[in-house]
């Protein structure tokens, strides 16, 4: 089972360990160690951790663990923020980040349905996120009422989940990279060390992780961008495969996959 610890010591992995600042030893004992790197690293694992599953929640692609639904309820009025929209309503308290606002009816549908289920698509609409005058809660801001009753708004969002033993290995990744991207000058690495591990973030471990995430939500098509000509095709790219390839009849090569 992973473990705070078990993910802080991978990404010390990433960056070939933290010896010249932990008297030789490559990795921490534990997060709650009293050295400045198990210090450190149990500062930032939280923030870290919030930060990949935001990332992969805007993306509309998050990770299954985190997804909530809830019917926002009564609206809020007569709130100066909400500018040029006609509604707002409180977002739940545990709402880390929106990943869409959609009709309820594209949820009751999907839970009855079985089976491969790309062709149903949600209607999404336009909406925001903002911070409440207060300070002590986020609003959404829409023009649409999406419930079921037409008096509300419906939204699909995402949680922080503190528990690393529900994580999977494309999340643990994430944050083991990203966190590894942080740490670096706090061992004594350089800024290209660091640059090095955020570029593998990027380009490797969120994609491996939109992949995997949109594997697991069969119920609705949520495709990776392929910008490997320049621009997104719309199709996820495959993978190049390492069988070989053959001649078809018309003379072309392919791959085998």
């Known amino acids: 089972m992973p473990t705070e610890s078990s993910i802080c010591n991978l990404a010390l992995g990433k960056l070939g360990g933290a010896g010249d600042v932990l008297n030789g030893n490559a990795f921490i004992d534990s997060i709650d160690g009293t050295d ?22 805007v993306m509309e692609c998050p990770f299954r663990s985190t997804v909530r639904f809830a019917d926002l309820g009564a609206e809020v009025s007569s709130l100066p923020e909400i500018g040029q929209y006609q509604y707002a309503f409180n977002l ?10 959609f009709n ?44 079921v009753a037409g008096t509300s708004a419906f939204i699909e969002y995402a949680i922080d989940t503190p528990k690393t033993g529900g994580f999977t290995e494309e999340m643990i990744d994430c944050i083991a990279t990203l966190l590894a991207s942080e740490v ?20 490797i471990a969120i994609p491996n992780a939109q992949r ?5 939500f069969n119920n609705r098509v949520r495709q990776v961008p392929d910008f490997s ?3 997104s095709s719309g199709v ?22």
Not at 36 to 57: Q, T
Not at 92 to 101: I, N, R, S, T
Not at 212 to 216: I, R, S, V
Not at 244 to 252: F, I, K, Q, R
């Open 36 to 57: 400045k790197v198990s210090s450190w690293l149990k500062l930032a694992f939280p923030r870290i951790r919030r930060r990949v599953i935001s990332n992969l929640a």
């Open 104 to 147: 309820e009816n594209f949820t009751a549908t999907r839970n009855a349905s079985r089976g491969s289920q790309s062709n149903i698509s949600p209607i999404t609409y336009k909406w925001d996120m903002i911070a409440n005058k207060a300070g002590n809660g986020k609003l959404l801001l829409t023009d649409t009422l999406s419930n």
């Open 184 to 203: 670096a000058p706090v061992i004594g690495r350089d800024m290209e060390a660091s640059a090095r591990m955020l570029a593998q973030y990027i380009n």
């Open 92 to 101: 739940p308290g545990d709402c880390l980040a929106v990943v869409m606002q």
């Open 229 to 231: 000509g320049g621009r």
């Open 236 to 257: 996820t790219p495959r993978l190049a495969s390492d069988l070989g390839t053959y001649v078809d009849a018309a003379g072309n090569r392919r791959a085998i996959f």
């Open 212 to 216: 995997a995430n949109q594997y697991g």
